[in-house]
């Protein structure tokens, strides 16, 4: 959808205020113009991004440990940027509504649920499953969603806004830090710097709510659901919420690992348009150790959550990302429907995708054991939904992978 200008909105006032410090313990910040997001400037720099192998947490949806966060390698970024001192709240996404008229129709996953996820098209960026406010992260957007509001901040302020690369959010994120978490390597200290899943927080899943039974959790940060940006200490750069409440959109394609990716913290890219993006931070509903500076969740680009945010970046050596969508999402959902078993499925539980199904790329591979494996255990590069085994038979695991191996030629 075409971005439409509207100049003459008082929101949209491009102007270049004094830097403004909201505490003298963090960096200064500023914005480009009066609905813009508050910006901080990150200096370049060398890192080591990915996990140490003995840094490598459990993943507790599993009990095992990732692995698409290795191997760990050296990035150097030779330039500097600005990222979002916060996500990008409901009222801040709410101005970019008012301004364009911005809309692209389609469902949003859900946790209200107890014990499972909701695909939904009641759920949208202005009502999600919880209360919020317009401090809140904004939840319910795509990759396409967040890139047209860089997309708009933009053409406002004549500055290139963008959704930060992988290697941009991992080296904020870490903020010098070299452990799991930015604060240190304790886990009982995340519920001073992150919203991380805690005491009342809806289970994503059968297995989730017994693991909270069984490990219980480190702290109790004090909102089961989402909290308003800033509402806890921020990292050593002065960025807020870096880890926990939302998970943030970034500008790469999803890759199972690091084999072979850039080390200069460009954008790593299939093509212009790959399907398969990248979130990161963790949420609200996520266990601390699924909100560290370095866990990766591959998603559908055109995939919403509840608990799915982003923020913005400014200049450095990437580029703008680009912001278009080819065609309605509800219609390229319904492209393939053929009645049979498997697309019925395929509709009841993977909506989330709102792909056209022969462009599912398998990088797990595309025989059936291993498309089955991935439906079984929740796959993040195939189906963007978690633990399919506690909803489905294995009967219908098998039906679900034939269908989409014959969709898209893989048999």
């Not at 205020?17 to 960096?27: F, R």
């Amino acid at each position: 959808m075409r971005i439409i200008s509207c100049l003459s909105l008082f929101l949209l006032i491009a102007c270049s205020p004094a830097p403004e410090t909201e505490a003298p313990d963090t960096a200064v910040a500023y914005r480009d113009c009066e609905a813009c997001p508050l910006m901080v400037d990150i200096s370049p720099g060398e890192f080591l991004m990915g996990t140490a192998p003995a840094d490598r947490l459990i993943d507790p949806r599993t009990g095992k440990p990732a692995t698409n966060d290795s191997p760990q390698h050296a990035v150097t970024l030779t330039n500097g940027f600005a990222l979002g001192r916060y996500e990008v709240t409901v009222g801040e996404y709410a101005a970019f509504v008012a301004a364009t008229g911005y809309d692209i129709p389609g469902k949003c996953m859900g946790f209200a649920t107890p014990d499972k996820f909701t695909m939904s098209d009641q759920f949208d960026w202005q009502n999600i499953d919880t209360a919020q406010s317009d401090r809140h992260p904004v939840g319910c957007v795509s990759y396409y969603d967040a890139a047209a509001y860089a997309q708009w901040l933009s053409e406002q302020t004549g500055k290139a806004y963008r959704l930060p690369t992988e290697a941009e959010w991992e080296y904020a994120a870490r903020a010098g830090s070299t452990g799991n978490y930015h604060w240190g390597r304790d886990a009982e200290s995340a519920c001073t710097y992150a919203n991380i899943r805690s005491p009342g927080a809806n289970a994503i899943s059968g297995r989730q709510a017994k693991s909270d039974e069984t490990d219980g959790f480190p702290c109790d940060d004090g909102y089961p659901h989402g909290s308003p940006v800033g509402s806890f200490q921020p990292n050593d750069f002065g960025l807020y919420d870096m880890q926990g409440n939302a998970w943030e959109w970034v500008a790469d394609c999803n890759h199972k690992d690091y084999e072979g990716a850039p080390t200069d913290g460009s954008a790593w890219l299939d093509d212009k348009s790959c399907q398969f993006g990248l979130i990161r931070s963790g949420s609200y509903l996520n266990r601390v150790e699924r909100s560290s500076a370095t866990v990766r969740v591959g998603r559908p680009r055109s995939g919403r959550g509840t608990n799915m945010g982003f923020r913005v970046a400014l200049g450095g050596g990437a580029s703008a990302v680009d912001s278009s969508i080819s065609a309605d999402v509800a219609a390229r959902s319904a492209r393939f429907d053929d009645g049979s078993p498997g697309a019925l499925l395929y509709n009841e539980h993977c909506e989330a995708c709102h792909q056209e199904r022969a462009n599912y790329r398998g990088i797990y591979g595309k025989d059936q054991a291993t498309v089955e494996g991935v439906i079984r255990n929740g796959g993040n590069n195939v189906m963007s939904m978690p633990t399919f085994a506690e909803v489905l038979t294995a009967a219908e695991i098998t039906t679900l992978a034939t269908y989409l191996r014959t969709v898209n030629g893989w048999d």
